[in-house]
């Protein structure tokens, strides 16, 4: 291999190595997203710490639900203690009277097999139970045994507060009343993401605004000192000039750290860890509906959680009520069992063979005497708490069709003022670029075009808090009802679970 040859091949060696450290130093690409209103909600409801939390609350209310239905089911379960040894010395009579203490080395253990139903209506238990028990004398060496073979058995309060009763009313409404708020808790983040959609949107703006200006300022100034040399503006319009570069860079840097305070907040809430900048694009697609007001409300009514909540509270503070009154008088409870027993010093399986029949009724009572007044006392504290929880049931209604009724007014308002707040904007960028081509060529002055400059700024503000109202009474009204009116379906779905 010739020298030049050799050189050539280090020099590509070289620059290969130079390459591949260059690559690997260099910094990964930044990841920017462009998104509109609908994506940053979409994303919310999708991967948000909010969306997470509100299925969590909707998963613990449906399990706390299926707990509330197995109340009324069949529960069999095996209970028992094995072993159940007791090393003591006792005191034993003996035969002329006296008392000696003689060791007791013995062993007890049972076995219990229960298929228990309750009865919701009546508030009824019946049960099936085998039994078994084995005794060990470890001094006598001796093994018995006794038991049930099987007993059925029913327990009947009477005259009393039936709580399962009163379950079987109340829980299934705080179930559906628990799916209905995780629909709310949608909308909910919904409107959350709104608000902070807007918060960056219009610190972005305001810094476009401020670095246009800035370029804009900057640009009439250089002209500015031209037209100052040549004798044409005085000196104050001048510093003016200069005042105005000065003002909107102060204002760009503060633009921008609003912007990336704003960019972050919005990250946080939707989730959006692995976007480095996002870009947001103006909602200005108004869509066309017209929400009638007794649709609004009636939806209202049958979608929300707070509707089923007036009927929970009312039930409650019944179901209040009936426990007060069932403890106030005569009360009872009635157990019967009947079943086979049977006992054998042999092996466990000769408890299964000739048992005797077994029977047990047993009615306890309880008959208040004299109590001073305290059960009437919580009858009557629960007949007035009723009729607070009625009266205030009637002005949440109220309230809760008012809060309605003026949603909708709000929202038709505001679908006006975009139209006029976007109109207004254009005017002012129009009168805006006017003035300042006039102010160019000398027929204004510097205050004119100042004017001009803030009506423009201003103009545009007002046009994003137009779009950011007018979004905000849109999630709002589909938050107070449960309602889409752009597609006329409803926002919550009965579903199993």
């Known amino acids: 291999m010739n020298k030049t040859n050799f ?7 070289s620059l290969i190595c130079s390459l591949s450290l260059a690559a690997q130093n260099k910094p990964a690409q930044k990841v920017t997203a462009t998104l509109t209103l ?35 089911n069949p529960q069999l379960y095996l209970a028992g203690s094995f072993p159940s040894f007791s090393r003591t010395y006792d005191e034993v009579r003996q035969e002329d009277g006296s008392y000696e203490f003689r ?15 309750s009865i919701g209506l009546t508030g009824t238990s019946m049960f099936l139970t085998s039994r078994v028990n084995r005794f060990d004398n470890f001094d006598t060496h001796k093994n018995l045994y006794s038991g049930n073979p099987v007993s059925i058995g029913i327990e009947q309060p009477l005259f009393q507060y039936n709580a399962l009763r009163w379950d079987s009313k109340i829980e299934p409404l705080r179930y559906e009343a628990s799916k209905k708020q995780y629909a709310e808790d949608m909308e ?27 370029a804009n300022n900057d640009t009439i100034y250089r002209i500015g000192e031209g037209r100052y040399n040549l004798g044409k503006i005085a000196e104050n319009d001048l510093l003016q000039l200069e005042l105005n570069v000065m003002t909107s860079r102060q204002e760009a840097a503060e633009a921008r750290v609003n912007m990336e305070a704003a960019t972050l907040r919005l990250k946080t809430y939707v989730g959006l860890t692995n976007i480095d900048s996002i870009y947001l694009t103006l ?34 503070a019944e179901r209040n009520l009936a426990q007060a009154r069932g403890q106030t008088g005569f009360s009872a409870d009635l157990v019967a069992t009947y079943g086979l027993t ?44 009723l009729k607070l929880v009625e009266y205030t049931i009637q002005q949440d ?5 008012e809060e309605v009724y003026t949603q909708v007014n709000q929202f038709q308002m505001l679908h006006e003022q975009v139209a006029i707040g976007e109109r207004t904007d254009y005017v002012a960028n129009r009168r805006y670029e006017i003035t300042k081509n006039r102010y160019l060529i000398g027929k204004i002055s510097i205050t004119d075009l100042n004017l001009a400059l803030q009506a423009k700024d201003e103009a545009k503000r007002s046009y994003i808090n137009s779009l950011r109202s007018y979004w905000n009474a849109y999630f709002m009204l589909r938050q107070l009802t449960l309602y889409d009116f752009e597609k006329n379906q409803s926002l919550y779905v009965e579903d199993d679970k």
């Open 342 to 385: 049977n006992r054998t010093e042999e092996a466990v399986t000769e408890l299964y063979r000739d048992p005797q029949s077994s029977q047990t009724l047993n009615i306890g009572f309880n008959i208040p005497i004299m109590d001073w007044g305290r059960q009437k006392s919580r009858t009557k504290t629960a007949e007035a708490n």
């Open 397 to 401: 209604q109220l309230n809760f069709d």
């Open 188 to 214: 909910t983040i919904s409107l959350e993401t709104t608000r902070r959609f807007f918060n960056l949107l219009d610190a972005q703006i305001a810094f476009e605004i401020a670095t246009k200006n800035l």
């Open 38 to 72: 609908s994506d940053v909600i979409r994303l919310a409801k999708e991967q948000s710490i909010s969306s997470f939390s509100a299925s969590t609350r909707r998963e613990n209310f449906y399990w706390r639900y299926r707990v509330h239905q197995s109340n009324y």
């Open 7 to 13: 050189f050539l091949l280090v020099l590509t060696g």
């Open 103 to 117: 060791a007791v080395n013995i062993n007890n253990s049972n076995l219990n097999l229960n298929l228990g139903q």
């Open 283 to 316: 909602p200005d697609k108004i869509p066309d509906i017209i929400v009638d007001e007794s649709i609004a409300i009636a939806e209202a009514r049958r979608n929300r959680p707070d509707a089923v909540n007036f009927d929970i509270n009312q039930l409650e």
